[in-house]
T-cell receptor, first 113, second 116 residues
Framework: GENVEQHPSTLSVQEGDSAVIKCTYS??????FPWYKQELGKRPQLIID?????GEKKDQRIAVTLNKTAKHFSLHITETQPEDSAVYFC????????????FGDGTTLTVKP | DAGVTQSPTHLIKTRGQQVTLRCSPK?????VSWYQQALGQGPQFIFQ???????QRGNFPDRFSGHQFPNYSSELNVNALLLGDSALYLC???????????????FGPGTRLTVL
């Protein structure tokens, strides 16, 4: 089955700096890669996703890049703010069934004011 | 437009007992997936229901079972509870094979299960 590894497990940055979180996946059949933000005690919320026919996607301060050959994808957050502090999860699945996703173990991002 | 809802919010059980968790999908969604999230880890896929049948299953024992009703809501049942079953149980809904953004899954708030 699919295996997703996520690094780093913790990340601390100064407000205004950029943050990068990286994930690798094992199953070349996976073609849908969402990122979720989970604040303490709350549900995971989708912040951005990318499909395998696209190499990069951007939404304001957030961007995701995908390298299908190397089987890795990354989340980039620019101009970080204290409210970006949360646990971020990457996931991999088939586009036709995002409901069966394999998740990484998460990255705890702390943005210091 | 109601999002994904789950009940109860919290639950405390003892070892060996049985538990039933409930989920109502987002309006318009027909597929429900269940995940177990242990403390400090990412959600792990338990199983998925579509058209009232188990469509996919992860690496969980038969103690974990489920059901989907004609209105697309779903239940997760866990028998013979173990201490290790303590976790946040998340339900997520999506639309099967739909167009556009239908591949996105939306999570409910979860049920925190504590097994003593």
């Amino acid at each position: 089955g699919e295996n997703v590894e996520q690094h780093p497990s913790t990340l601390s940055v100064q407000e205004g700096d950029s943050a990068v979180i990286k994930c690798t996946y094992s199953d070349s059949a996976s073609n849908y890669f969402p990122w979720y933000k989970q604040e303490l005690g709350k549900r995971p919320q989708l912040i951005i996703d990318i499909r395998s026919n696209v190499g990069e996607k951007k939404d304001q301060r957030i961007a995701v890049t995908l390298n299908k050959t190397a089987k890795h994808f990354s989340l980039h957050i620019t101009e970080t703010q204290p409210e970006d502090s949360a646990v971020y999860f990457c996931a991999a699945s088939m586009f036709t069934n995002a409901g069966k996703s394999t998740f990484g173990d998460g990255t705890t991002l702390t943005v210091k004011p | 437009d109601a999002g994904v809802t789950q009940s109860p919010t919290h639950l405390i059980k003892t070892r060996g007992q049985q538990v039933t968790l409930r989920c109502s999908p987002k309006s318009g969604h027909d597929t429900v997936s269940w995940y177990q999230q242990a403390l400090g880890q990412g959600p792990q896929f338990i199983f998925q229901y579509y058209e009232e049948e188990e469509r996919q299953r992860g690496n969980f024992p038969d103690r974990f079972s489920g059901h989907q009703f004609p209105n697309y809501s779903s239940e997760l049942n866990v028998n013979a509870l173990l201490l290790g079953d303590s976790a946040l149980y998340l339900c997520a809904s999506s639309l099967a094979m739909g167009p556009g953004d239908s591949d996105t899954q939306y999570f409910g708030p979860g049920t925190r299960l504590t097994v003593l």
